[in-house]
């Protein structure tokens, strides 16, 4: 007995203090984190965003100027360069050149019409004089008839000579004679009258052309002045420049991307929750967003929306789990948060897209 005794080595009780510590410890931090987890869903899959204007010209042309520099604040309406402007210059001459051309046709237009309905107005007196002239010379027509007639008897009577009777002959023929040339002028007035309609008719449809050249010629002025205009381009927002990789006497063409202004008004974090955290993550529930950059600052927010689909459906190739070869992964879904209004604006304003965050959801 004494032997066994003897064998026993002594226990170590600095190892069972620091034995049971780290079991109290990690106890602790496993009912801690536990309790976290039934009360948070976390991510560091996340992403500070601003919205980013691109800087893209209208017009094409040689770079003429540049009035920024990199990383520059610029304000809405800012001048950042120019292009160019010598060719625009001579297509808005042209366009008022084309404008002064369509206003000259139609100003001729206009004459003939009115130079056309005074021709009308002087046909129509023409023919109602003609009317007129034949009224009378049809009443002396019938009378010329009737003194005639009763010549006739008179001569064949022999109650009067034939001189007499040549005379009353000679006077209805003469009558007529003559209200037949006065028809024929009016007639003759009468077909005047519908040419000159005609040209009438013509001459208006050229006012309408005229007219409508007038229209396009503005439009094309005014095409011409706007483009004129798009040679200056301007901040469209309040921001900050980034790297602008541009040089006086390059080419840029209309609709090219050159460079970005960082609009400052707003700013989010986009969260890349796993779909099985979506459970209890509900629009409206506080957020705590640590930066990366600055993890001695705690940013506050507000879960706003969720996105339509998760982000492999907007990626460039997109899975197809029909193709035969699945596997199923876990998928995440963009969250956005806004931060709340009353964050430090200093601390806001140091934020940059892009820039990693952990995101802290309170979902109780």
Do not use: C
Not at 146 to 159: A, C, Q, T
Not at 342 to 353: E, F, G, S
Request: a neutral charge; glycine letters at 4%.
């Amino acid at each position: 007995m004494e032997t066994t005794t003897q064998n026993k080595k002594p226990v170590n009780k600095k190892f069972l203090i620091i034995f049971i510590a780290i079991l109290l410890l990690g106890g602790g931090f496993g009912i801690y984190k536990y309790q976290h987890a039934q009360a948070h869903e976390t991510t560091d899959d996340a992403q500070v965003e601003k919205n980013l204007s691109p800087i893209i010209p209208r017009v094409g042309g040689y770079v003429d100027k540049i009035y920024i520099k990199d990383n520059q604040i610029v304000k809405k309406g800012d001048t950042l360069f120019t292009i160019q402007a010598a060719d625009y210059l001579v297509r808005v001459e042209e366009a008022k050149a084309a404008l002064s051309a369509a206003e000259s046709s139609f100003e001729v237009s206009k004459a003939d019409v009115n130079a056309a309905n005074a021709n009308i107005a002087i046909s129509e007196a023409t023919i109602l004089s003609n009317n007129g002239t034949i009224e009378a010379a049809e009443i002396k027509l019938q009378q010329a008839k009737n003194d005639f007639e009763r010549y006739e008897n008179l001569y064949k009577n022999h109650s009067i000579t034939k001189q007499q009777y040549e005379q009353a002959l000679t006077h209805k023929l003469e009558a007529e004679k003559q209200v037949d040339i006065l028809k024929q002028q009016r007639n003759a007035s009468n077909s005047q009258k519908q040419a000159i309609i005609s040209k009438t008719t013509v001459a208006s449809k050229q006012t309408s052309v005229a007219e409508a050249n007038i229209a396009r010629a503005k439009a094309t002025l005014k095409a011409a002045e706007l483009n004129l205009g798009y040679t200056v381009i301007t901040a469209a927002v309040d921001g900050q420049l980034s790297n602008v990789k541009l040089q006086e006497g390059q080419m840029v063409n209309p609709g090219q991307s050159l460079f970005y202004v960082i609009n400052n008004d707003e700013t989010w974090v986009v969260a890349n929750f796993k779909e099985t955290q979506l459970n209890k993550i509900r629009i409206g529930q506080k957020v705590e967003i640590k930066i990366d950059a600055y993890p001695d600052n705690i940013v506050e927010g507000v879960v706003e929306s969720f996105s339509p689909a998760t982000g492999s459906r907007f990626s460039l190739l997109p899975p197809d789990n029909a193709t035969g070869n699945f596997v199923k992964t876990v998928q995440r879904l963009p969250v956005k948060i806004t931060l709340s209004s009353h964050n430090d604006p200093q601390m806001i304003a140091m934020l940059r897209p892009g820039m990693n965050a952990d995101v802290d959801v309170h979902i109780n």
